[in-house]
């Protein structure tokens, strides 16, 4: 058989196939023999090359290999053990420094790297085993003294640290290591200026080093010059732009400067950078979680957990989350895992317990306060959530006794003392009370809250002159307490202390004339002397000083509706609806209004919408059903409501004068005597409410009853709300 030019070449191109296939396995067998061929000697040069180029992670996998290939390769593992402590792989460098010990026991580098390990584990005694066997091996190692200086310095022993410091300094007089935690023991001790001077001359020895800079930058920010701190955190970020600590610097000088934002932006340029450290990660989570933004702060969390679910701040983080998130049940599970594996996290425990509390567990809550405390007697959230139990069980003197007991813990503690000393004010123990306040004003005189409290305490005691001061300082330090101040007058204007109120008031003026508060106040006691003028003028004013301040706008709405001008009433509570869409006041306000100009359908659709703000509110639903009653056409609707209004608000007159109003428009007068008797028990100078009454008692045929209660009515007030209705009556009966 002839064959074609076809398979001719088709035989060709298989046998260059095959060749083609046998020189790839050549070469690859080449290749192979070629590798087997590098010893643990090369890793140890590639890693060190790439270490030298700032190529960590890739230097870490050569040096990995090369300890494979040699085990006994001294260097490789000393270099692993090096690169680990350098990237901050604390746990593998202490495994790595262990086994090179029992192979290399003679070399003091080796038991130097083992003592810093354990200084920064705080395992004092193990450091202080391996320093002392290195100054055996090697006792004129500068870094040897300055690792000992740490460790007298951690134990507060400044006499050794001092000493094993100059040591090092004889030994290495430019060591500019040394020279920097010279400057810290000095901080120490308090010596600032000294200790700046040491700052100084190792930045002059070394002025791009990062730890003499750093420590530079955070002599400034502890004297409170947080430009210049910020300019030397710059400045070693400038030289180091690959490093994350200054960023995380000036993260920390941000939250001090209270700059949320800023935080944040260091802290992403920080994990940028090292965007596998554990630490900068939960940094920024926890930044996100003060923001309560609280997806960021998760997306950061989610990750930590996948890699190691036993991480114990990333579960703890997300805990807390789902506690400020109010998933309870979520924080529970997360929170009890963390117990579980760090029985002594002692905010842990309090945090779950708030999340018991969140779902209803109040034992459960309450034991683990109390596990709280066993384990730290200065756990001020554990102690203070169990003085609120007592509070609410009626035992007002174990709140006090839990107050006591943190302030023998920690007696120099203001927040403590504030604690007791509103543990005594709640207890009507004022005299203590003011002591208590006394002394948060001795331990922390910048803090306004004290003087504050203190204020209260003697204005409890009627010392209204001797609060003044306090007052004016609180105010000097934090004028937002305005708001707070103008409660105290109001306190005293219903305490029939009119003076009183009317000198706080000036008070407020004066020491924060910014404030609207001032004027507000003014205007409620005008009102109270039923000088409707000059309420509306001061009322004005405070808009002039804010106009944003919703109280003053429900104010001129209540003024206006009470001159029944319905028009200019609504105007006013709208504006505050529109600055304030969920404030409950401002649609009652308006939906008030529409009763009283008998246009029920609004007024209804206002308290339904109060009543979807506020569904717990006995005088919200007190107020739907009454528009409900006026408009009578779903009476059995209107009767639902005020009774939920009773359960939730029994002593409020006013709910039991609307069930009996509704009752009596049910006709069942029997029903609507009872709940208008208990309603004239709980408010009898009310005449609309004796009206009422008067009217169901008519009704029953009791007329001598009703000719009294409608007589009561107008001694009370000639000129009452329903004092037309009432006379008609009262002239039906004579």
Partial sequence: MVRSRWARKKKFSKSRFTLFVLGILFTIMALGYAAWGITGQTHLERG?????????????IEFRNAVEKAPKLIQARQALGLAYLNTGKFPLALGEFTRLAQ??????MVHRNL???????????????????AKALDPNSAELYSLLTGLWGTQGDFAKAKASIQKA????????????????????????????????????LSPRDLSARLAMGKWERIQGN??????????????????????????????LQKKPRAVVDELKRALALAPNARHIRLQLAEQYFRLTQWEEALSLIHPLLEASPRDVQARYLRGRINVATEQPKEAIADLQKVIRQAPKFTQARIILGLAYEADGLMVQAKREYELAIEENPRARLARQRLAAFSFKAGRPEQAVAQAQELVRAIPEDPVAREFLGNAYLLTNQLDEAQAEFSQVVALAPEYPMGYFNRAVSKLAQGQTQEALPDLKEALNQQPQLAEMVSLLALNLERNGNQEGASTIARVIREQAPESPSGFYVMGLLALSRANLPEAERLFLQALTQNHQYVPAYLKLGELHRYRGEYNKAIDQFEKAVTLKPDLPSGLTGLGQTFLEMERYKEAIAKFEKAVELSPNSG??????????????????????????AKQLDPEHGGIHDTLGWVFLKLGRVPDAIIALEEAVKLAPAHPSIRYHLGLAYAREGRNQEARQELETAFQISPKFEDAGEANQLLTQLQ
């Avoid at 790439?50 to 890739?58: D, F, I, S, V």
């Avoid at 994350?244 to 610097?249: D, I, M, N």
């Fill in 48 to 60: 060190l090359s790439y270490q030298k180029e700032g190529r960590l992670p890739a230097a870490v």
């Fill in 169 to 204: 300094l004889t030994l290495e007089p430019n060591r500019t290591a040394t020279h920097v935690q010279m400057g810290n023991i000095l901080m120490m001790q308090s010596e600032a200026q000294a200790a700046r001077e040491w700052y100084t001359k190792a930045l002059t």
């Fill in 115 to 133: 003592g810093k390990l354990y200084l920064m584990a705080g395992e004092w005694d193990k450091a202080k085993e391996a320093l002392k066997t």
């Fill in 619 to 644: 005088p919200v639903l007190n107020n739907l059903a009454w528009a409900l009653a006026e408009q009578a056409t779903d009476l059995d609707q209107a009767l639902s409501y005020a009774e939920q």
């Fill in 226 to 255: 947080f430009t210049k701190a910020q300019k030397e955190y710059q400045t070693a970020s400038q030289h180091h732009p690959t490093k994350p600590l200054p960023h995380l610097h000036l993260a920390r000088l941000y939250h």
């Fill in 103 to 108: 192979v290399d026991p003679e070399n003091p």
